[in-house]
């Protein structure tokens, strides 16, 4: 579709579990994005990354731990969540972090159901 | 700090007829806009955006958005809706302030009905 893939699309998990959110992109980007989504709320930023660093940490609990091992990939760690934390998580990838002009480009994100 | 109101949850037209979708914004600095929209089990997808030069912006589907900086507005609009134009609409700003931000609106639900 866009250039971004997130896997998996659908996810379900307990309280007590641990799992890990996938995000790559295929567009040679340098900057990588995770957004959550809540309906009828804006997208919450929670973390950016430029060239696999840490640039962003929005004040998100460390029950989410963020994991870029190179500019394509970038993984969110899930572990002893809430049900509030369930909603649709969102990666995105632009060219340059700092480039005022690009438009984001999003994968199609993950719908977290946490039980 | 920066930040976008999109006034209206839900807007609801006939096919064939225009489609607004409204979007006010607040920057400290020159504003950067956007706007994406979000079909059914779907990303966002980017639509078109407002960086300096004309305020009457076109973008792909056949929308376009007008900025009005006196009145801070970024007004999404199409001549004539269709069916599939039926989605989640997110309208975006970023300031030079803190450029790799982007804020974003609560989204507007846009129904077309046949």
């Known amino acids: 579709e866009t250039g971004v893939t997130q896997t998996p699309r659908h996810l379900v998990m307990g309280m007590t579990n641990k799992k890990s959110l996938k995000c790559e992109q295929h567009?040679?980007?340098?900057?990588m994005y995770w957004y959550k989504q809540s309906a009828k709320k804006p997208l919450e930023l929670m973390f950016v990354?430029?060239?696999?660093?840490?640039?962003e940490n929005n004040s998100v609990p460390s029950r989410f731990s963020p994991e870029c091992p190179n500019s394509s990939h970038l993984f969110l760690h899930l572990h002893t969540l809430q049900p509030e934390d369930s909603a649709l998580y969102l990666c995105?990838?632009?060219?340059?972090?700092?480039?005022?002009?690009?438009?984001?480009?999003f994968g199609p994100g993950t719908r977290l159901t946490v039980l | 700090a920066q930040s976008v109101a999109q006034p209206e949850d839900q807007v609801n037209v006939a096919e064939g007829n225009p489609l607004t979708v409204k979007c006010t914004y607040s920057?400290?600095?020159?504003?950067?806009l956007f706007w994406y929209v979000q079909y059914p089990n779907r990303g966002l997808q980017f639509l078109l955006k407002y960086i300096t030069g004309d305020n009457l912006v076109k973008g792909s589907y056949g929308f376009e958005a007008e900025f009005n900086k006196s009145q801070t507005s970024f007004h999404l609009k199409k001549p004539s809706a269709l069916v599939s134009d039926s989605a989640l609409y997110f309208c975006?700003?970023?300031?030079?302030?803190?450029?790799?931000?982007?804020?974003f609106g609560a989204g507007t639900t846009v129904t077309v009905r046949a």
């Open positions: 990354y430029s060239l696999e660093e840490r640039v």
């Open positions: 975006a700003v970023r300031d030079i302030a803190n450029d790799y931000k982007l804020s």
């Open positions: 567009l040679g980007h340098n900057a």
């Open positions: 995105a990838s632009s060219p340059q972090i700092r480039a005022t002009v690009n438009e984001q480009f």
């Open positions: 920057v400290s600095g020159n504003p950067y």
